[in-house]
């Protein structure tokens, strides 16, 4: 019994190594030469075992507060969910439960993402008064809709934090709602229901329609199914940006809902008597710009600003743009007072526009720009484009658009077309004369 409780192939635990250590000094006496030395090597061997261990246990805790520091020295995101995928614990419940989600796609930089929750809000009063259904505003920030995809998608917080901040009215709405694998496994099912309903079938490629949605909000899927999913059944999804005509006819639920915090958000402001240009740059940042293409500087200084006189004021505001062209063709050729502003926070740049006065202008493919523009209390806004060969081929001809009807939109905003030098020296169907230019060289 003694021999067997000392041999040291069973020692493995430096505790139990240590109690029975006058032991094996006992039996060591007894053995001969040869055993003495077998001994030794079964010794030298538990320790060299012990010793492993000893250092895997070390670089395993070495890892982990490697792991540990890097999660303490990260860039820091909010508590929302910054995957393109989370897990559920727990059912989705909505605070209304006799409303319809209406989850509302968006992407893309504040401009863009404003746009969106502009068009969710939209669908949302048309289908509360026109067809008498309720729906829940709930938002799915920028993710793939692929089940497969493990991708991490980040271009979504920045707008949102600027959201979060800025938008009081826009603070409380549920950012990550759809981005779930839950919900895309929820959504997948409904639309393989849905698509055994004949009289939804006509509805197939006008998905996004008011009529579809309102058809959909009528039916009522099975007990089986609404087991299997983690969300509310039906649940209506929207994949599209707000047109005018919708900007038009809600503008003023809009303008309450976008709400501007400027005392939270507000940096510099232009000058009461300040004309604010903003430099887009969209070639700078795109690969492919076609269409894309801005007012070159001679074209901006004698026909988008012709009708400022000399010593008149000018804000440009960019992000990274040349703006030295512009500087020089605006303050010597043009002599106009003129100023750069770039502001390193979406935000500050936003309620920078919103606070001018005088003049806001710009290339109306900016939907940052425009979203300012709807909202600022500038006396005159002005959205440009620019008819060039690129555009038409990647677009179509310039077309002009019709008024808005609401008032405090009609009365400020005009829409304007110019040409590129390239467009002018082409042979391509003009626009129509008493479309192109500046409609304020006259006064």
């Known amino acids: 019994f003694l021999k067997l409780a000392c041999h040291i192939e069973g020692i493995r635990n430096i505790n139990r190594w240590a109690r029975h250590r006058h032991c094996l000094s006992l039996h060591l006496k007894q053995r001969t030469e040869k055993q003495k030395d077998r001994v030794m090597i079964i010794a030298h061997t538990a320790s060299a075992r012990l010793l492993g261990d000893v250092r895997v246990i070390a670089l395993i805790l070495g890892l982990s507060l490697i792991v540990t520091l890097s999660c303490f020295l990260r860039e820091s995101y909010p508590s929302i969910e910054l995957v393109s995928r ?32 502009a068009n969710g809000r939209a669908y949302q009063l048309h289908l509360k008064r026109n067809y008498g259904i ?6 799915r920030h920028q993710g793939s809709m692929d089940l497969k995809s493990t991708r991490i998608n980040k271009r979504w917080y920045n707008p949102f934090k600027d959201i979060s901040k800025c938008f009081p009215k826009l603070a409380t709405l549920d950012y990550s709602y ?56 039906p649940l209506l999804y929207l994949d599209l940006r707000a047109n005018r005509r ?81 500087l020089e063709e605006l303050r010597n050729k043009r002599q106009l007072q003129v100023r750069a502003v770039q502001f390193t926070q979406g935000h500050e740049a936003f309620c920078f526009f919103l606070k001018a006065q005088k003049e806001l202008v710009g290339f109306e493919k900016s939907q940052f720009l425009t979203w300012a523009g709807y909202l600022s209390s500038a006396a005159r806004v002005r959205f440009y484009d620019v ?57």
């Not at 614990?89 to 209304?96: E, G, K, T, Y």
């Not at 989850?103 to 504040?110: F, N, P």
């Not at 759809?178 to 229901?193: H, K, V």
């Not at 008024?403 to 020296?425: A, Q």
Request: glycine share 6%; proline share 6%; aromatic share 10%.
């Open 387 to 443: 008819d060039t060969p690129a555009s038409r081929e990647r677009w179509r001809a310039w077309h002009k658009k019709r008024p808005f009807y609401n008032h405090k939109l009609k009365d400020k905003i005009s829409y304007e077309v110019y040409e590129s030098e390239e467009m002018e020296e082409s042979d391509l169907p003009k626009v129509d004369r008493g479309d192109v230019g500046n409609p304020f060289l006259s006064f």
């Open 86 to 117: 989370r897990r559920l614990s727990q059912r989705i419940h909505l605070r209304n439960p006799g409303a319809i989600p209406l989850v509302t796609q968006t992407s893309g930089e504040l401009g863009s993402v404003l746009n969106y929750i």
């Open 246 to 326: 919708a900007i038009d006819h809600y503008f003023d639920d809009l303008k309450d809902m976008f709400q501007f915090d400027h005392e939270r958000c507000c940096g510099a402001i232009p000058d009461p008597d300040e004309t604010v240009f903003h430099l887009r740059s969209f070639c700078k940042e795109m690969t492919d710009c076609q269409g894309y293409e801005e007012l070159s500087p001679s074209k901006v200084g004698n026909e988008l600003l012709g009708h400022l006189q000399p010593g008149d004021k000018v804000a440009i505001v960019t992000r990274g743009g040349n703006i030295a062209p512009y």
């Open 134 to 139: 309720d729906t829940d505003l709930k938002l």
């Open 178 to 233: 759809g981005n779930s694998r839950e919900f895309l496994e929820s959504y997948y099912m409904q639309d393989a229901w849905l698509n055994t309903i004949k009289s939804l079938r006509k509805f197939e490629h006008q998905k996004n329609t008011v009529k579809y949605f309102s058809e959909v909000a009528t039916k009522t899927p099975s007990n089986k199914l609404l087991r299997k999913s983690a969300y509310p059944l």
